[in-house]
């Protein structure tokens, strides 16, 4: 079984330059995850999908973040336009979806890297 | 809100020596608790995990049991060998909840 699939794995742009990652997630899967992770700290949620709907983006910076989730199958995490902070792993996670608590295990692709000059 | 808190690294072991890698939390209700372990060039990956009080998750050679009265999952590896060299994170999902929160995470190197 495939896992969860990003692009690009490596990015880096000047900064007010527009970016966007992809993600597909594993097949089946409902709920995907888009998190942050920047150096020496651990992952932080940006935005959770619950097949196309975002039913959790509290921790999103809208003035320069969107995602969307058409079809309820891949992702993609724009930033527009980026910032010097904006330097970090981008993680996207899936998972069956529907349970709480522990009994969802998440799935993690191996996250785009972001630098911006 | 809450959190998790663990050792900080880099941990440094020579192959077959012991590991532990100390964790605790801070969380409201009856949280799940995590192990993730993160190699190189990869994505984070579920070691272990444990849903209520005196449950102890195992994989791999590695241990943790969930300590309510201590609120602490500390990560332990009898002998631990070369390939065990990654980033280790320790996390909670409150029940009820979708939300993951991660600590800092620990780096290990182990040495032939």
């Known amino acids: 079984e495939a896992g969860v699939v990003q692009s690009p794995r490596y990015k880096i742009i000047e900064k007010k330059q527009p970016v966007a990652f992809w993600c597909n997630p594993i097949s089946g899967h409902n709920t995907l995850y888009w998190y942050l992770q920047n150096l020496g700290q651990g992952p932080e949620l940006l935005i959770r999908y619950e097949n196309e709907e975002a039913v959790d983006d509290s921790q999103l910076p809208k003035d320069r973040f969107s995602a969307e989730r058409l079809k309820g199958v891949d992702s993609t995490l724009k930033i527009q336009p980026a910032e010097l902070g904006d330097s970090a792993v981008y993680l996207c996670a899936s998972s069956k979806g529907g349970l709480a608590g522990g009994s969802d295990t998440q799935y993690f692709g191996p996250g785009t890297r972001l630098t911006v000059l | 809100g809450d959190s998790v808190t663990q050792m900080e690294g880099p941990v440094t072991l020579s192959e077959e020596a012991c590991l532990t890698i100390n964790c605790t939390y801070t969380a409201t209700g009856y949280p799940s608790l995590f192990w993730y372990v993160q190699y190189p060039g990869e994505g984070l990956q579920l070691l272990l995990k444990a849903t209520k009080a005196d449950d102890k998750g195992s994989n791999k050679g590695f241990e943790a049991t969930y300590r309510k009265e201590t609120t602490s999952f500390h990560l332990e590896k009898g002998s631990v060998q070369v390939s065990d060299s990654a980033v280790y994170f320790c996390?909670?999902?409150?029940?009820?909840?979708?939300?993951?929160?991660f600590g800092a995470g620990t780096r290990l190197f182990v040495k032939a």
């Open positions: 996390a909670l999902r409150n029940t009820g909840g979708f939300k993951t929160i």
